[in-house]
């Protein structure tokens, strides 16, 4: 079975500042997908980036970029300029490319934001 | 956009009672999952379904059930409520597509039901 593993319980960052969030992953399978997805405050889950496994290039939307290390099952996202939305809860995900589409999620970072 | 409701954003129930937490998407999405969210464990799945009267279980469906009767509509059931069920649960829709990567799930509010 897969897992997901997100060590850092609470992160923080000065606003405009840069801030990583690491996400580790363990599987046998080749071909998958991983995600990362939002959390606001008593607001509902969004997705915030998508990669998948057969690509080399690190995926990219605006100021969120992730860096994926297929072969240390790795999968980090960057989060530049930060702003006082980006404060939330954030999942790190993973779906494998065949199959049942669940998603198998990791324990969640908290990022604060501090002005 | 799509839009995944849940019937309750707050709910109280005692030991013993049966609950329904309702979950109705409008985007026609095949795909319905019930997630369970706890602190320091993230969300966890308890059932989902790819069709109408179909369902699977997931990695938690011990004192669970599940009921798809219409394609937008996903229950969750409690047959006995038990203070270990004390969660926020999140409902989810995505489209049936072989392999890629944009079906994604999009989640409903949650709703947080408390057990005493």
């Known amino acids: 079975a897969q897992t997901v593993t997100q060590s850092q319980p609470e992160m923080s960052v000065q606003e405009a500042e840069t801030v990583t969030l690491s996400c580790t992953y363990d599987t046998s399978e080749s071909d998958y997908y991983l995600f990362w997805y939002k959390q606001p405050p008593s607001r509902q889950m969004i997705l915030v980036i998508r990669q998948e496994a057969y690509k080399q290039q690190n995926a990219t939307e605006n100021r969120f970029s992730v860096n994926f290390q297929k072969a240390a099952k790795s999968f980090s996202l960057k989060i530049s300029d930060s702003q006082l939305g980006d404060a939330a809860m954030y999942f790190c995900a993973y779906r494998s490319y065949q199959g049942a589409q669940k998603l198998v999620f990791g324990q969640g970072t908290r990022l604060t934001i501090n002005p | 956009d799509v839009k995944v409701t849940q019937s309750s954003r707050y709910l109280v129930k005692r030991t013993g009672e049966k609950v329904f937490l309702e979950c109705v998407q409008d985007m026609d999405h095949e795909n319905m999952f019930w997630y369970r969210q706890d602190p320091g464990l993230g969300l966890r799945l308890i059932y989902f379904s790819y069709d109408v009267k179909m369902k699977e279980k997931g990695d938690i469906p011990e004192g669970y059930s599940v009921s798809r009767e219409k394609k937008e509509r996903f229950s969750l059931i409690l047959e006995s409520a038990s203070t270990n069920q004390t969660s926020m649960y999140l409902c989810?829709?995505?489209?049936?597509?072989?392999?890629?990567?944009?079906?994604?799930?999009?989640f409903g509010p949650g709703t947080r039901l408390t057990v005493l």
């Open positions: 989810a829709s995505s489209l049936s597509l072989a392999g890629g990567s944009y079906n994604e799930q999009f």
